[in-house]
């Protein structure tokens, strides 16, 4: 079975500063991953996903992240955060089909 | 194009009353999916739906029952509501393997 670890539940950082979400899976078989962020009071959207190709994926907003096969790590990065970006983010993987497990979610709260 | 729609957006039910959450996408998409989302517990699949016709269990689907209208739309009912249905349901749909695009939640109160 595939399972999705956010490793922190919130995160506070200074606008401007460099943030990184983590997330680790597990899976015996290959799978798809996701980053999705959802703003207060609204549905998720995504943020970027890695189907196979280079392991550094670019999504919308400035964040990118890494898929690390070895670690089975799909970390969530962005080298300078805005107030605007105060979210809830999920990581989530998928095996080659339509099941997907999502994480507990990061709360990501941007200081002034 | 509208997306993901939802209704109703809010809903306060007494226990055992029952109701039914509308879901239609407007994207052609095979597969459709329900989701409640509690705090701290990321989302938990309750139904879906890999195509027209088809419905299997999620995660969490005790309690409720869905039916898939058409490829259009996906329904999501609650016989006898219970306080621990208390939550926000989000619709989503995709195409196989790939993203899923969410409506924007109903949220649901049981008293």
């Known amino acids: 079975a595939q399972s999705v670890t956010q490793l922190d539940s919130q995160v506070p950082v200074f606008e401007e500063a460099p943030v990184e979400l983590r997330c680790n899976y597990s899976?015996?078989?290959?799978?798809?991953l996701f980053w999705y962020v959802q703003y207060p009071n609204q549905g998720l959207q995504l943020l970027l996903k890695y189907l196979s190709g280079s392991t550094l994926v670019k999504g919308i907003n400035g964040f990118e992240a890494e898929f690390n096969k070895s670690q089975t790590s799909f970390h969530l990065r962005k080298p300078s955060v805005h107030i605007s970006d105060t979210a809830e983010y999920f990581c989530a993987v998928s095996v080659r089909g339509f099941k997907t497990i999502f994480g507990a979610g990061t709360r990501l709260f941007v200081k002034a | 194009n509208a997306g993901v729609t939802q209704t109703p957006k809010f809903q306060v039910l007494k226990t055992g009353q029952s109701m039914t959450l509308q879901c239609a996408q407007d994207?052609?998409?095979?597969?459709m999916y329900w989701y409640r989302q509690d705090p701290g517990m990321g989302l938990r699949l309750i139904y879906y739906?890999?195509?027209?016709?088809?419905?299997d269990k999620g995660e969490v689907p005790n309690g409720y029952n869905v039916s898939r209208l058409n490829k259009r739309e996906f329904s999501l009912r609650l016989e006898s509501a219970a306080p621990s249905q208390t939550s926000v349901y989000f619709c989503?749909?995709?195409?196989?393997?790939?993203?899923?695009?969410f409506g924007p939640g109903t949220r649901l109160t049981v008293l």
């Open positions: 739906s890999a195509s027209e016709g088809t419905t």
């Open positions: 989503a749909s995709s195409e196989t393997g790939s993203e899923q695009f």
């Open positions: 994207m052609n998409h095979n597969s």
């Open positions: 899976s015996s078989v290959s799978v798809y």
